[in-house]
């Protein structure tokens, strides 16, 4: 997240010039991180579970003889990575609320 903040540092000048408070600009960001992290992790989630599904037979070899993933447990593990999902992004959302609009039209 911090590299997309630097990628958008104008975006968020104008927006901030045009009058946008910082809590606006927090929510933004935020709600991007939160979104990412939540669908990167439903699909990693099931396709986790379509590989260790399609690898049952194969794993006995290694005396693993049921493989399987408790779907609450799935569930909570989804939950928890979205969490510190949006704490990552809070932060740098939290540097860019505070740059000043003039600042961030003339970064390069």
Do not use: H, Q
């Amino acid at each position: 997240m911090v590299f997309v903040v630097k990628e958008r540092t104008k975006e968020i000048g104008i927006r901030k010039a045009l009058g946008a408070t910082p809590k606006s600009v927090i929510s933004t960001i935020l709600l991007e991180s939160v979104f990412i992290t939540t669908i990167s992790g439903i699909i990693g989630m099931f396709i986790g579970i379509a590989i260790l599904s399609s690898l049952g037979k194969k794993l006995e070899d290694f005396f693993i003889t049921n493989p399987y993933i408790d779907m609450p447990v799935a569930i909570f593990a989804t939950i928890v990575l979205i969490i510190f999902g949006g704490l990552a992004g809070y932060i740098p959302a939290k540097r860019a609320a505070r740059i000043k609009p003039i600042v961030a039209l003339r970064d390069e």
